[in-house]
């Protein structure tokens, strides 16, 4: 990282609405910039997400900016998420600020804290970035024009007002209405004269289509057109939140992941798509398709209780029972790791309402929560007698809870400290490391399957350089150098 320097280069990428592609456009941007030599980092002010990641140092940002750092080939920092809201139910929020838990607030607690304290966050984050990285590529949330939520948005052009810097306005033409959408959002939003570009995402067929369309919006606006995205099929990537899994892309009714209500990290189920396996999602409406089931994996879990009760009362449970009397792989992680067991109990009612709840006894041990939250990147070996060789990885744990086990076999070494569980059988495994799907033995073992010869980060690489490249094409690229220079 470089040493401070003295001057602002910020670029922003707005967007109409919520998934208009900001999040698809920084890392390409990131990307770009990184490969014309430019030390890049992504920011972004205000997420609310439940798959984030761990960092060095014992931070936490959403998984959107990580693999945004990655793409800008920089390490992940935690002034890259100013503020993470993971979302508790009717609870409310827990509060994510530089990457460190400040507990769960109300919507009334957290927005007085927004205004107490949001914008003062947000630049010291921003200035750190400023004074450590040639370039600032900061992401917005939602849509700059929401005029209910004007007086406490700190996610969209406040970023670009604090020193005058551009910002960029994606609309998607999928949703429709693009030129309405983009037409709109400029008329209403603050500091439109901030807005320096603007890019249709999401094209599907001839951009002939829109020429006439294009010169309307520019005279109407004075802001030119400086992209038409095409939609990119086929490319996955990870996503931001639950709304970029709901469907597989690569279905394999032999790997069933239970995705119950609360399930969070998603990201844990990126490696089976980039690793061509798949995956099944099971819920309460198709439960049955767990019969036939090789291998069944219980995600993480932002609410492990009400989870469990879920399990409990779709008829999950039995089918894991037969599931497992037939011999089939059950695999948990964090919070599913936790239920595997046969007692949680949260003497302090940090996340336990009844403070003593059953597990599914799949495994011999407990876990106990405590108001302490554990946030860590880790370097392991697998541990387990069953593999051949110990290969090593690297993962993170975010999770509340100590897990006591008297299984005989472990799944980890971290250190000199033993993780996981393993069951005499070796049908049985759980771990609070998250990311351990991203190793091929490991993946291998529980679902019985060839994994590719190909190294994750690499080929996560080589899906980012195809969508960059897909945007180098079809953007004016020396536009966007220029608005940073």
């Known amino acids: 990282m470089k040493e401070p320097v003295n001057r602002k280069k910020i670029i922003q990428v707005l967007g109409t609405s919520s998934n208009a592609g900001k999040s698809t456009i920084v890392m390409a941007i990131c990307r770009f910039l990184s490969r014309k030599g430019y030390q890049v980092a992504p920011f972004k002010s205000m997420n609310m997400s439940l798959n984030s990641v761990a960092i060095d140092g014992g931070h936490e940002i959403p998984r959107s900016q990580w693999l945004q750092a990655f793409a800008a080939s920089t390490p992940p920092l935690k002034e890259m998420s100013a503020i993470l809201l993971k979302p508790e139910g009717k609870e409310g929020s ?35 970035l400023c004074d450590h990285f040639d370039v600032v590529v900061a992401e917005g949330a939602g849509s700059p024009a929401e005029i209910n939520l004007m007086e ?3 996610a969209n052009i406040y970023v670009s007002a604090i020193y005058n810097t ?26 439109p004269d901030l807005v320096k570009g603007m890019v249709i995402n999401k094209m599907r067929g001839s951009k002939d289509l829109l020429g006439s369309g294009i010169k309307k919006i520019e005279d109407l606006t004075g802001i ?21 899994y709901d469907r597989t892309r690569l279905d394999n009714p032999n790997i069933c992941l239970v995705r119950y209500p609360r399930m969070e990290n998603y990201s844990d189920t990126d490696p ?64 599913g790791y936790q239920m595997l067991g046969k007692i949680i109990s949260d003497p302090e009612g940090v996340q336990i309402r009844k403070r003593r709840i059953e597990g599914l006894g799949f495994l011999d041990l ?8 554990k946030v860590d990147s880790v370097e392991y070996e697998l541990g387990y007698q069953g593999f051949s060789h110990p290969a090593a990885g690297k993962g993170y744990e975010i999770h509340y809870g100590t897990v006591f086990s008297n299984e005989k076999q472990h799944l980890l070494n971290i250190g000199d400290r033993k993780e996981g569980s393993v069951s005499p059988d070796g049908k049985v495994i759980g771990t609070n490391v998250h990311g351990i799907v991203e190793n091929r033995d490991f993946t291998s073992y529980i679902t019985g399957e060839k994994i590719p010869d190909v190294i994750y980060s690499e080929e996560l690489m080589r899906r980012i350089d195809i969508i960059t490249n897909y945007f180098i094409e079809n953007m004016d690229m020396s536009y966007i150098e220029r608005l940073v220079k």
Do not use: W
Request: glycine share 12%; charged share 25%; proline share 4%.
């Open 152 to 154: 406490r948005d700190i």
């Open 366 to 373: 407990a876990t106990e929560y405590s108001g302490v939250k």
């Open 166 to 191: 551009p910002a960029i306005l994606a609309g998607d033409i999928e949703r429709g209405g693009v030129f309405a959408s983009l037409f709109g959002t400029v008329k209403l939003m603050p500091r």
């Open 94 to 128: 827990q509060v994510i600020v530089n990457g460190k838990s400040m507990g769960v607030m109300s919507i009334d607690t957290y927005y007085r804290y927004l205004v107490e304290n949001g914008k003062q966050v947000v630049k010291d984050s921003l200035d750190y």
């Open 224 to 244: 030119p057109v400086i992209g038409i995205l095409p939609y990119v099929d086929g490319v996955f990537l990870p996503g931001e939140d639950s709304q970029d």
């Open 272 to 335: 089976f798509i980039i690793y061509g396996t798949g995956y099944h999602n099971v819920t309460s409406s198709n439960a049955r398709d767990l019969d036939m089931a090789k291998t069944i994996i219980l995600p993480g879990s932002k609410n492990v209780e009400t989870d469990l009760e879920y399990i409990r009362n779709s008829g999950i449970y039995e089918k894991l029972q037969d599931a497992r009397r037939r011999g089939a792989t059950i695999f948990g992680i964090c919070g």
